[in-house]
């Protein structure tokens, strides 16, 4: 059974801080590792993942796989009151066709 | 623009009555998922389906069941709402293989059993 453990459960930080959140993941076969952001409403896409050490950079938030060591870790530099949200991470079955979440970690940016 | 949209989007509804969620998507996408979200365990898969007339279960299954007649919506029914199925649930669309991470979410619909 494909498994997707984040952590930490919830942060708070302050405004231009930066956090590192991090995804473990026990798939049959790895296709690739999906961040998603959740505000009040639906899950949106952020990053896929398919290769070890290669950065996916969107503006301030970057994501990178470890492949070997079974993780991805999701950095946001200068945070922002606007980076509030719950971050998911996700891994697709074997078939490619269905997504595996981990419970996701609560951020909170106070100004 | 294509999109995926959930109705209705907040509901409350007794113990015992049944209920529909319904979910409705335009971008032709062969997979539909429903979820609920609740806290402490992230999105859990309740059933899902890879094209019309296929549906299967998955991780929380019991108390729903969903019907697929066409490409485009994949209601949800609750037989006999009972209030551990007070929750956000969430649709999802996705392409066929390898285009899972495409998956389109819809808005929720945050259901409160009484």
């Known amino acids: 059974e494909d498994k997707v453990v984040q952590s930490p459960l919830s942060l708070v930080v302050h405004e231009g801080d930066t956090v590192t959140l991090n995804c473990s993941y026990e798939?049959?076969?790895?296709?690739?590792l999906l961040w998603y952001k959740q505000e009040k409403k639906a899950p949106t896409f952020l990053f896929m993942l398919?290769?070890?050490?290669i950065e996916k950079k969107s503006g301030r938030l970057s994501s990178i796989l470890d492949k070997k060591e079974l993780f991805s870790i999701l950095n946001i530099t200068a945070t922002q009151t606007g980076d509030s949200a719950v971050y998911l991470c996700a891994v697709p079955n074997n078939a490619g066709n269905m997504l595996t979440f981990g419970g996701g970690t609560r951020l909170m940016v106070k100004p | 623009d294509a999109e995926i949209t959930q109705s209705p989007r907040h509901k409350i509804t007794e113990t015992g009555r049944q209920v529909t969620l319904a979910c409705h998507q335009t971008w032709n996408h062969n997979n539909m998922f429903w979820y609920r979200q609740d806290l402490g365990h992230g999105l859990r898969l309740i059933h899902y389906s890879y094209g019309v007339q296929d549906t299967n279960k998955g991780e929380v299954s019991d108390g729903y069941s969903v019907s697929r007649s066409n490409t485009e919506d994949l209601p949800l029914t609750l037989e006999s709402a009972a209030s551990s199925q007070t929750s956000v649930y969430f649709c999802?669309?996705?392409?066929?293989?390898?285009?899972?991470?495409?998956?389109?979410f819809g808005q929720g619909t945050r259901l409160t059993v009484v």
């Open positions: 798939v049959t076969n790895f296709r690739s």
């Open positions: 999802a669309s996705s392409e066929s293989i390898n285009g899972v991470g495409k998956a389109f």
């Open positions: 398919t290769s070890s050490g």
